[in-house]
């Protein structure tokens, strides 16, 4: 069994900065690709940010220049910087992640349970 826990958000003021944390725990043997997403209230659950084995990084345009996805593979972790937070990035930050489990050949995708972020004044 894999599970994917976020950590890191909670309430932050316009302008202001939160890092999100993620672990992988469970019998891994590698994974493949991590990913951040959100889901705001009433909307669909959109990519902010991904980052593979190979390190190759991808953000959705409204990210660019504000926040930073990284990784660590000996720890199973992934991390999302974020800055210059505003209203509009409000919402629920879930971490996803292709997962190779020991012994098995193919790789599956997992979600944690998300962690709230809200910006506001």
């Known amino acids: 069994q894999v599970q994917l826990v976020e950590s890191g958000g909670g309430l932050v003021q316009p302008g202001g900065s939160l890092r999100l944390s993620c672990v992988a725990s469970g019998s891994i043997s590698s994974i493949s690709i991590w990913g951040w997403y959100r889901q705001a209230p009433g909307k669909e659950r959109e990519l902010v940010a991904s980052i593979n084995y190979l390190g190759h990084i991808d953000y959705r345009d409204s990210a660019k220049g504000r926040f930073a996805i990284s990784s660590d593979n000996a720890k199973n972790m992934v991390y999302l910087q974020m800055n210059g937070l505003s209203p509009e990035d409000t919402a629920v930050y879930y971490c996803?992640?292709?997962?190779?489990?020991?012994?098995?050949?193919?790789?599956?995708?997992?979600w944690g349970q998300g962690t709230q972020v809200t910006v506001s004044s």
């Open positions: 996803n992640a292709g997962v190779q489990q020991s012994g098995s050949y193919y790789y599956f995708t997992h």
